[in-house]
């Protein structure tokens, strides 16, 4: 085994003179024995689904082929057929990272052949691991004979110290720096079916969830504790706030000994992560979207950071659009049938790239952030990073004129015109805009000086320092000279949040039943996990936006309290149990099929990772002066002998309700707790117990029960002789403190009572006109109200069999 440079020339000579070895220690009957536990860890390996979880080779960027399937298989109905190849790289690949292990051997085999009639008689392939960056290792090589299957049959063990966070298989040819010199010799097309790679089984993923409390129970920041998000924007539909967020949990890890991740890398970042609330406290997880990437919405991008949303009837169809930094070269917009997806890409290439008219001189072409004005014209923000050097030196600190702004078109998708020069002092990115009372306020991120921004001129009286939340006020959304400046709304966050805080900030503003709120980030949960020292894993944050008479913005001020609760949670409608004010050790993960809550397209994600100990919480939830009688789960037990618990007020209150979590283990089913004594508003924990060690169970919705409402009433029935004819008397009093209406109905006749007074009786002996009857029912139908609430009480009682003489 030899690593190799793929672009180092005296790499790659190392390489081919350790093939001879590398052949005489693969093949034979020498092959490292398979273990009963081995995996084979390619998927698709014959081809019988086509060309799924298979791509061309891109490691470099002068890769490139045509993959297409093939029905001239060694085995089965398809093969895998490779054409068009531009270097000797270009070839079939699977990603195998996360499966293969440092350290671990495994025996790959395949089969390859080539056709072409103006090729050499034999010909040399390898299969090859990429692991990232320029390291090449060639595992297995077979010698083919032309227009007959080859086998690859061999093994290949990873060196203990290899990186293997990239492992990528591809098969291709030797290599050679020209090999278009000599094309039937070096790019001929081949065909490949049966791969495997056979080994020990992957690693599980190591834990991401959070096991500290990273919201404190009376906190409303961060807005969850369970995952982190960047770059909150927020939107309001339909009575709920929805935040969009850059999934910084996407390539966090914290090392299973330390508890500590590596930073985080903005490159592996290609979801977006949702969440709302009605009430601003509790949120629910909607998952994340994934946006870019190759199995993206929008394949054709790779990152999707910051991301910015509006909705507008777009047809007669209400379409919502979620724009989003493609790194920081481009931005791009997916399309929403509703706050939650489905999502779909109208295009097939970046909507703000370097093609924009007006954007030429913008460096980073990212932090698109929309805006619907009242006559319904749509304007996109956007841009930031170094100023342009061709500006004039006194201005690149103060005035880097790096954001623009520019209309889209009626289809949200596409940019109309030319972008206008945002003049925002200091600025560096994160524009946005609001309107209020006819005004348009756009707020930034400010910069942190240095080269990219001319040296170390100081910032002009009243402009941002570094990383600040500044704003300009217009009459105009496309015209914001710099004399438009009003001010910084937002220090840093590390002035609020203290040690290993600071850093870029993010910022949107939403307005909510009559109040204005502005979104930012800052590391807190990261802070909480790892003390003061931060690996960049940032967390959404909500205060309260306030305005001065003259419409400038009173300064924020940063806090772990956050905002006022909107309204009481109401508990009485199934409701997804990814839904937190608080939360302890556990994670969430999508499952099939719609949401109960949201409906049938939306994502559902269930509570995983409950272990004894851990629990969820609701904050202000209104039981009503009657109470809740029972409260229902949906859940999966994973483990016998495990518990939810209610509790109201703290993890630790009064216990209020048991669920035996003992259905079938595997299996979705449902659960109840009867509950005494809850009434009116309380916080509401769920808390889990089980066997420890063990993941207990998941949960995918909850659902109360309002105790049902009752009229006191006593009621009796008898039945006797009179005149030679049996009678049948049914008697209803009203024990409550309130006159009711009472109804008697019986198979003999009935009758009402309008106002039976407290204590009082309804009575009527109804005559059955006939000398013998069976024993039967009566119904009392008291009607009445209780706390103001209409109410209806049916009692059923059964009178005896009477008779005359005999
Ligand atoms: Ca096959
Ligand atoms: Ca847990
Ligand atoms: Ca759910």
């Avoid at 930073?263 to 949120?283: C, E, P, R």
């Avoid at 920081?328 to 295009?347: D, F, K, M, Q, Y």
Wanted: a negative charge.
């Amino acid at each position: 085994m030899e690593q190799r440079m793929r672009r180092a020339t005296r790499g790659r000579v190392a390489a081919l003179a350790t093939v001879g070895l590398l052949l005489a220690a693969g093949f034979g009957a020498g092959a490292a024995p398979v273990q009963a536990a081995d995996t084979n860890l390619v998927v698709n390996g014959g081809f019988e689904d086509g060309l799924a979880n298979w791509f061309v080779n891109n490691g470099n960027a002068s890769d490139g082929a045509q993959l297409s399937a093939t029905s001239d298989a060694y085995a089965g109905a398809n093969a895998a057929l490779v054409t068009s190849r531009t270097t000797t790289g270009s070839g079939p690949m699977q990603d195998l990272s996360g499966k293969v292990q440092a350290g671990q051997a495994y025996t790959l085999t395949a089969r390859i052949k080539y056709e072409n009639a103006s090729g050499p008689a034999t010909k040399q392939f390898f299969a090859t691991m990429h692991y990232g960056g320029g390291t090449y290792t060639n595992l297995v090589s077979v010698t083919a004979t032309k227009g007959q299957w080859a086998q690859f049959n061999g093994t290949f063990t990873i060196p203990a110290t290899q990186t293997v966070s990239t492992a990528r298989l591809f098969f291709e040819t030797p290599w050679t720096a020209t090999p278009s010199t000599d094309p039937d010799l070096h790019l001929m097309d081949f065909k490949l079916d049966d791969v495997s790679v056979v080994g020990a089984a992957p690693p599980a993923p190591a834990s991401k969830t959070i096991e500290v409390v990273g919201k404190l129970p009376g906190e409303h920041n961060p807005l969850i504790g369970h995952k982190f998000g960047a770059d909150g924007f927020g939107l309001v539909h339909d009575g709920r706030v929805y935040m969009y967020m850059t999934n910084d949990t996407q390539g966090y890890a914290p090392n299973p000994a330390t508890g500590v991740s590596p930073g985080i890398n903005y490159g592996d970042i290609n979801q977006i992560t949702v969440i709302s609330s009605a009430d601003l406290v509790n949120w629910t997880d909607h998952g994340e979207i994934q946006v870019a990437g190759p199995n993206g919405v929008a394949p054709f991008t790779a990152n999707s950071w910051a991301p910015g949303i509006t909705k507008k009837v777009v047809n007669g169809v209400e379409k919502f659009f979620l724009y989003y930094a493609n790194g920081g070269g481009s931005s791009n917009v997916i399309t929403g049938a509703s706050p939650l997806g489905p999502w779909t890409s109208e295009r097939t290439s970046t909507l703000i790239d370097g093609r924009t008219p007006g954007a030429e001189n913008v460096a980073w072409k990212f932090d698109p952030a929309p805006f619907v004005d009242d006559d319904g014209q749509p304007y996109l923000y956007f841009g930031g990073g170094p100023a342009s050097t061709s500006m004039p030196p006194a201005e690149r600190f103060n005035n880097p004129k790096n954001i623009r702004a520019i209309e889209l078109d009626d289809t949200m998708v596409a940019t109309q015109g030319t972008a206008a020069v945002v003049d925002a002092p200091v600025a560096f990115e994160a524009g946005h805009v609001f309107k209020r009372q006819g005004r348009y306020y756009f707020s930034y991120s400010s910069h942190f000086g240095g080269n990219d921004f001319g040296g170390s001129q100081q910032p002009l009286p009243g402009y941002p320092g570094g990383g600040q939340i500044g704003y300009l006020i217009s009459d105009n959304p496309m015209s914001w000279p710099k004399e438009t400046y009003a001010g910084v709304l937002f220090p840093n966050q590390s002035q609020f949040f203290g040690a290993g805080t600071g850093g870029n900030n993010h910022q949107s503003v939403f307005e909510f039943e009559g109040k204005y709120y502005f979104t930012y980030h800052a590391p807190t949960l990261n802070k909480r996990i790892n003390g003061n020292t931060t690996q960049g894993y940032r967390s959404p944050h909500i205060q309260e936006l306030a305005f001065n008479p003259d419409g400038t913005i009173q300064q924020v001020v940063g806090t772990y309290a956050g905002v006022n609760q909107v309204r009481d949670f109401d508990p009485y409608r199934v409701f997804e149990a990814e839904t937190f004010g608080w939360s302890k050790g556990v994670a969430t993960t999508k499952i099939d099929g719609g949401s109960a809550q949201f409906g049938g397209t939306a994502p559902n994600l269930a509570v995983r990772d409950i272990d004894n100990g851990d629990w969820t919480a609701l904050s202000s939830v209104d039981f009503g002066d009657n109470g809740a009688q029972s409260v229902t789960a949906k859940v999966r037990a994973l483990a016998a002998g495990g518990q939810i618990q209610v509790r109201l007020d703290s993890a630790t209150g009064p216990v209020v309700g048991t669920a035996a979590v003992d259905t079938p283990v595997g299996q979705w089913a449902e659960v109840t707790a009867e509950l005494a004594g809850v009434t009116g508003v309380h916080d509401v924990y769920f808390t889990y117990t089980g066997p420890a060690g063990v993941d207990l169970f998941e949960i995918d919705t909850w659902a109360f029960q309002a105790a049902t409402l009752e009229l006191p009433v006593t009621v009796t029935a008898s039945a006797r002789c009179v005149g030679g004819k049996v009678y049948v008397a049914v008697q209803a009093r009203n024990d409550g403190d309130a006159p009711v209406g009472i109804a008697l109905e019986t198979a003999y006749g009935e009758r009402s009572f309008a106002a039976v007074a407290p204590g009082a009786n309804a009575y009527q002996s109804f005559n059955t006109r006939a000398v013998s009857v069976p024993a039967g029912s009566a119904t009392v139908r008291v009607t009445g109200a209780i706390g103001g609430q209409d109410v209806t009480t049916v009692r059923t009682v059964q009178h005896p069999a009477g008779t005359c003489g005999g």
